[in-house]
């Protein structure tokens, strides 16, 4: 499947989607009694052994190139995937990620804060409406450290996301993902000694299940967006908490409530919304510029 039509691209996002819960299932499943730093870092090493065969796409005049933000995009995705283990064993599995959703609600804030762009009512709508969708799916009564730790990968995300526009020109998804995870060997290491666990080989089986899923997810959004406007697709993304819906339901027992359902839509509606008008946007200029010529 290349992804050169936007059937296509929406079919990837779709699986890509399915395969990133499936590593999320993964991490829940496997508990939260287990060494989370050590965990982190067998993940780090197990990445790094599959991207071994994509070694040939790396520009190795350049191979440095970007090492500033490869080293902040790094330590803050070792943050992000921290609290997204604490929210995983901590939240159901759906609820999760509804709230990890509300990472394009807030690279918007950034956007605005960081970048000077202008919110559109739409994109302000999106923003508000998706803001009070976590206090719905969170509810104040229920607040908790380890619940607001799926905000901080919600965070973790927007940052990284926007840090993408600063990255080298022509530099590709391996070489970004080779820096980075080398990047975050000395941190993980550190607090994988500073936890002082023993070894636990077990783990070596969750860490490249996971790593080899993730990386599955990152390759169909490679090849979806690659050759397809984002705004046609990107909705599709938000399958993924279809998925997450039905594998806590089959996986974990998991029944969302009435406020689950209310708070997601109040976090996905808007973000759908504005794909369709950007969508109808686009097609309304090709159609003046082709009445033109």
Known sequence: MSGRTINSAIVLLVIGNFLAIISDSIIKWQGGDVPIFQFVLLRVFCTLALLLPFLGMIDRGR?????????IRAHVGLAGVLCMI?????????????????????????????FG????????????????????????VELSWESLSALGLAFALAINALLVRKLPKGQTMAHTLLLTHLY????????????????????????FASSFFILGYNITVLLAYRHVSANQVTSAEYTGLIWAMLIGWVWFAEVP??????????????????????????????KTCEAGS
Do not use: C
Not at 63 to 71: A, D, N, P, S, V
Not at 87 to 113: D, K, R
Not at 184 to 207: M, N, Q, R, W, Y
Not at 265 to 280: C, D, N, T, W, Y
């Open 63 to 71: 191979l440095f190139e970007g090492t500033k933000i490869h080293l």
């Open 184 to 207: 975050v060997i000395p941190a993980a290491t550190v607090l994988a000694l500073v936890e002082g666990a023993p070894f636990d080989p077990t783990l070596l089986g969750t860490a």
């Open 86 to 114: 604490v929210a995983l064993n901590s939240l159901p599995l759906a609820t999760a990620n509804a709230i990890f959703y509300a990472a394009p609600v807030l690279v918007m804030v950034f956007g605005v804060w960081f």
């Open 257 to 286: 409530d009435i406020w689950f359902y209310l708070g997601s839509a109040m976090i996905v509606v808007p973000i759908i919304l504005q794909s369709l008008e950007e969508k109808r946007r686009l097609r309304v200029i090709r």
């Open 117 to 140: 762009e202008r919110l559109s009512w739409l994109s302000f709508f999106a923003v508000v409406s998706g803001f009070l969708g976590i206090v719905v799916i969170l509810r104040p």
